[in-house]
Nanobody, 121 residues
Framework: QVQLVESGGRLVQPGGSLTLSCTASGRTLSNYPMAWFRQTPGGEREFVAR?????????SVADSLKGRFAISRDNAQNTVSLRMNSLRPEDTAVYFC?????????????WGRGTQVTVSS
């Protein structure tokens, strides 16, 4: 059984930084494209960032978040992380990691339950 678990979400002040982690059981994450999404109450799920598989690491970040957010892998720990800098109140959301289906580009097979990030003074 595949399980994704996000961690690292908490209350942080505007301008602060935070790193979220996604750990997995049941799959070796390095074999799959991985992504982060976020969702606010009543809002739609929003793409945040994605990282590919393979020797050459290719990442993509939502245009509105470029320069502040970054996604990375730690294959030894079987985790994917999301580094968030210069956080703003509008970054407040539940952040989810998702395990992608190889070769599909934008389809995801498994999702975590999410971790809450609150940016507030």
């Amino acid at each position: 059984q595949v399980q994704l678990v996000e961690s690292g979400g908490r209350l942080v002040q505007p301008g602060g930084s935070l790193t979220l982690s996604c750990t997995a059981s049941g799959r070796t994450l390095s074999n799959y494209p991985m992504a982060w999404f976020r969702q606010t109450p009543g809002g739609e799920r929003e793409f945040v960032a994605r990282i590919n598989t393979g020797r050459v690491i290719i990442t993509s970040v939502a245009d509105s978040l470029k320069g502040r957010f970054a996604i990375s892998r730690d294959n030894a720990q079987n985790t994917v992380s999301l580094r968030m800098n210069s956080l703003r109140p509008e970054d407040t959301a539940v952040y989810f990691c998702a395990l992608g289906i190889p070769g599909t580009g934008d389809q995801y097979e498994y999702w975590g339950r999410g971790t809450q990030v609150t940016v507030s003074s």
